[in-house]
């Protein structure tokens, strides 16, 4: 009898914190417009964006609720760890735009690239394609870069950068505009805090770790996923 009242009261503690958590949840319309939503989200630092078509192939941009801008194609905002800035690319029927939270930028081009902030979020770097090739805006700089097949990384500061790259059976690591030794598979990690990059390689059936081209691990059959703290 004393079991079944000690499990009845712990059912009723249970039924009470659910009962005073949905109190405090309270919906709250965020926007209303009768535009059909394209996409939507929210980012890790809290800001929310939204994709509306008001019509047939336009497509206009929400970020925190503000009409930010409308276009013929778009890529969805990429925001920096802060949460202060953010950055998205739009074209319409004559320019390339990158649009961030302080200011547009048009360009010529022929395909979207990619948008990447560095770890202090006092970086942008962007790319787009001319053609097949590819060009790295960062810190004032316009780069060639050849066969990305990965994200952008770049250092905490924004000092360096670094990508993957795929070319025929083989891919590397790009650092910085420098390409290291070719592997049969490539994993790029990310930056550690003395700004050297960290990725693992396999040749063969042989997976090891690296730091820029020094060799930091043992030798596995298998690295599948990894992670700087």
């Known amino acids: 009898m004393r079991i079944q009242l000690l499990l009845f009261a712990i059912f009723l503690f249970f039924v009470s914190v659910a009962q005073s958590n949905a109190e405090r949840i309270q919906d709250e319309v965020l926007m209303t417009s009768t535009e059909q939503i394209y996409s939507y989200g929210i980012d ?19 970020i925190d609720g503000e009409n930010v801008g409308t276009f013929l194609e778009i890529l969805d905002p990429v925001f920096s760890h802060d949460g202060n800035s953010w950055a998205f690319f739009g074209k319409d029927h004559t320019n390339w735009y990158l649009n961030t939270s302080a200011g547009m930028l048009d ?7 990619t948008i990447a902030f560095s770890g202090d979020s006092r970086t942008l770097a962007y790319s787009y394609f001319e053609g097949s ?13 050849l066969d990305r097949d990965s994200r952008l990384f770049l250092d905490y500061e924004g000092r360096n950068f670094a990508f993957a790259f795929k070319r025929g059976s083989y891919a590397g690591i790009n ?9 049969d598979q490539v994993l790029p990690i990310g930056f550690w805090k003395d700004g050297k990059f960290i990725y693992a390689g396999r040749q063969g059936d042989v997976w090891e770790v690296y730091k820029d081209d020094e060799e930091i691990s043992e030798s596995y059959g298998n690295i599948t996923e990894g992670a700087i703290n």
């Open 44 to 62: 890790s630092t809290g800001h929310w964006w939204t994709i509306t078509m008001p019509f047939h192939g336009n497509y206009r941009v929400y």
């Open 107 to 113: 360009f010529q081009a022929t395909k979207f690239g």
């Open 133 to 145: 090739q590819e060009y790295l805006h960062i810190k004032d700089k316009k780069i060639n870069i």
């Open 175 to 183: 650092i910085n505009g420098e390409e290291l030794d070719l592997f």
